[in-house]
């Protein structure tokens, strides 16, 4: 049975504008590609440690009491997935490998304030090859990434995410769903709801998941029926103090 363990990135800079500014002021002063803070260092240094207990692969441990054995990691190429996912490479001795397409719901944008008070989303381009080659050499960068970068479109369309967690479900399945492997994908917020809401084919209008930064959210898929999803805990942060959960 492969388990994938969904683990949203440590605070982010634009995490806390929303959280002390509100939603208005958030949308104009945020960043397009945020770091960490200094909480979200935190966050992603205590969840390496988490993260790396190696765990009893013979036993059953549906809540990973006793550690999580993690044999691959994948993150994003977004700063705050990077590295949170960094710290548990280093962490755990494990390659961290770059999967551009996890990226937070949007891509890559700005904000505008139009005359009418309304915001107009304007897409921008997201870092190429050389900056992750300089910034981050411990990445694994994909082949197709070239200088141009990662991202060079406009935002993108609330339907498409959901088409793009389906892909990525069925990707991680063609690549682990049939070994006992025990995958972290160090992804966002927003994305993580779009993979649940596709799993679960929710249908409301209105909702939300919730993920805390550095929650871990734990899906398993049955080796001999990889249709069949199990949701075995979702937005787990008992890894961390109770001022560090943001």
């Known amino acids: 049975m492969a388990q994938f363990y969904f683990i949203r990135h440590g605070q982010s800079t634009n995490n806390s504008i929303f959280d002390e500014a509100g939603r ?18 935190k ?7 988490a993260i790396a ?6 036993r059953r441990d549906p809540q990973n ?7 691959h990691i994948y993150c994003s190429l977004m700063l705050r997935a990077i590295k949170t996912g960094l710290a548990i490479s280093r962490k755990t001795g494990l390659s961290l490998v770059a999967w551009p397409e996890i990226h937070e719901t949007g891509g890559v944008f700005d904000v505008e304030r139009q005359e009418d ?6 897409g921008k381009p997201g870092q ?8 981050f050499p411990e990445l694994v960068l994909p082949d197709g990434l070239t200088e141009e970068g990662w991202w060079n479109r406009e935002k993108e369309p ?34 993580f709801a779009r993979i649940l809401s596709s ?27 990889n249709e069949r999803f199990a949701l075995m805990y979702m937005n787990k942060v008992d890894h961390l103090p109770d001022d560090l959960v943001t």
């Open 43 to 49: 966050q992603a240094a205590l969840t390496a440690e």
């Open 117 to 122: 008070g309304e915001p107009l989303f304007v």
């Open 199 to 225: 799993l679960l084919q929710v249908g409301a209008e209105k909702y939300w998941f919730l993920m805390n930064n550095c929650g871990i959210s734990r899906l398993d898929v049955n080796e001999d029926d």
């Open 158 to 191: 609330r339907e498409e995410s959901f088409e793009r967690a389906l892909r990525i479900i069925t990707q991680l399945k063609e690549k682990h769903g049939s070994a006992h492997d025990r995958v972290a994908i160090i992804t966002h917020g927003g994305f």
């Open 24 to 41: 208005e002021n958030y949308l104009y002063n945020r960043a397009l590609d945020p770091d960490l803070t200094s909480i979200g260092e």
């Open 128 to 135: 190429g090859r050389p900056f992750y080659e300089e910034k």
């Open 53 to 58: 207990k190696p765990g009893s692969p013979e």
């Open 65 to 71: 009491r006793e550690g999580y054995g993690i044999t």
